[in-house]
């Protein structure tokens, strides 16, 4: 018994409660290490009551086995400890280490506990997230559907952009094409930036209290709410408050008046007074005209908490995602919580981190974040085809222990986006390749998100290059990955077990399988990423009839079942009756 790899924090990702009345416990042993996990738990002050339950593996990566159980806690006092068994071998694992023999009379001592399910400690997120799948638009690229508030010179709509291209897109723009993603099947939108800025992408905000003019009017916003809305679609718009534009009236007054403005201590500045030919600021990465801000000066905090309250309560938007959010204070973060949700408790807070967040998502600060952790994975596995099937399943089971299961849940998953390379460059034009990481993308835990254009093959390099006009000519439209992706919305928002279902790996080496399952129905996702056909042996399936939801085509399945998949494909197989 390797004892070395085995691991358990409470009140952490490992011991978390999923809602009042239920808690999750985990364990990390060696991989292929246990015969056996069971767990003794029970009211504190009732320890000669506990109960005995055995631990399920949930999960395995390249390294470990992750074991669960779930305890119904009507008393929200609980203590526990593990029963590790491999052949003869049988420890106890405790709060202070290993015994051979759990000592009950000395037990409060020595369990781990959950002191107390507090209502106010449970990381609530909103109940729709469930059942959303939401669309990136990068709004000056989405549609110009006002020509008269457009910026001069225009860039024409069909030109590769540059840095600085402005083509004109709009808010009336998406309203225009609200139809079109309805048609589509989404039911969330999140936008980039909307407010006033002199750059195209407008994460250089000079205010944060008006709508770009470029973009539209408040008018043309409640407008596209109200139009969202009536069609189920939610509206997330993007907070920029880690730094701001060098010609944000605060930053302009210091660099008129030094350290005699009163917005001096807004900023980060080195010395008396700024110097942009070599700036002595702090800045978002090292780009001069975005100023970092001090989210810990109280005037800055006011006057950002001041913004996200009127755009919140006044347009009855759904949630913000927040730029470079694991830059700014957690302090910061704790604050615009409480806030936004004493006006919508139903409002999501997605952030924009890009490695492990866990500091982020005890449910006191953010619901979400960009699973770019995900997409570099499936990137890995689809597009640059270097890891296999059964390396991509265990890099999943790494991510999905990092959070409680409602913070997977509600993660924005993703294949590109506005700051990335677009997936069908990076896999070099593969549409076979983006079909079967969309299919896996739609198939999976948490809410999928498809950037702009993505479902009708554009393509593009970094930005600018994947930052390009959407193609609204229909011919040049590749029209089997479009129906490709209204069919995978339609599943998804169709199968519930899509959205609700636990998850599961049974992948081998070159076939991809993942299983969705609830207490009334059960789908199983086989891909063949690689070029040649693939034979999968079933015997760890439940055995059933399926049915195949592309193709509508029943398979029977039992212990002895071989199915077969030709190169780079999708199947998306229900069970018929449980």
Known sequence: MNIKAVSH???????????????????????????????FYGMKYEWDKKRLATMEKILSDGLYDYYEYKVKCPDSRIGYYFELQKGKEVLCYTETGFVEEFDDKMAYCYFFQYPYVNANDV?????????????????????????????????????????????????????????????????????????????????????????????????????????????GIKIVLDAVFNHCSSEFPPFMDVIKK?????????????????????PNYKMFAFVPYMPKLNTANEEVRDYLYEVITYWTSEFAIDGWRLDVSDEIDHEFWRGMRKLVKEINPEAI?????????????KGDQFDSVMNYPLTKLSLDYFARKIITAKEFSEGLATLLMRYSDQVNEAMLNLLDSHDTERFLTTCKENKKSLMNAAAFLYGYLGMPCTYYGTEIGMDGVYDPGCRKGFEWNQKHWDVTLYQFYKKLIHIRNEEKVLQDGGIRFYSSEQVFVMMRENSED???????????????DCEKLKPGTYLELFHGEKISVSRNTKISLTGESTLYLKVTHK
């Open 9 to 39: 924090i409470p009140k952490s990702n490992y011991a978390f409660a999923y809602n009042s009345s239920e808690l999750h416990i985990r364990l990390r042993t060696a991989k292929d290490d246990m015969d056996e996990v069971r767990l």
């Open 349 to 361: 807070l997605i952030g924009e981190n890009w490695h492990d967040a866990y500091p982020w998502l």
């Open 123 to 231: 990381h609530r997120v909103p109940d729709w997230i469930h059942s959303t799948t939401f669309y990136q638009i990068f709004v000056e690229r989405f549609f110009n559907g006002d020509v008269k508030n457009s910026p001069s010179p225009l860039t024409p709509w069909e030109e590769e952009p540059t840095p600085t291209s402005f083509y004109g897109g709009d808010l009336k723009g998406i309203i225009t094409k609200m139809d079109y993603l309805v048609e589509l099947g989404i039911s969330g939108i999140y936008l980039t930036p909307i407010f006033e800025s002199v750059s195209n992408h407008k994460y250089d905000i000079k205010d944060y209290k008006r709508i770009d003019p470029f973009f539209g009017t408040e008018d043309d916003l409640r407008t596209l709410i109200e139009r969202a809305h009536s069609h």
């Open 258 to 278: 030094g350290k005699q403005s009163k917005y001096w201590n807004w900023f980060f500045v080195e010395g008396d007074k700024v110097n942009l030919a070599k």
């Open 522 to 536: 059960r789908i199983y996702i086989l891909i063949n990423n690689t070029e040649e056909e693939q034979v999968f």
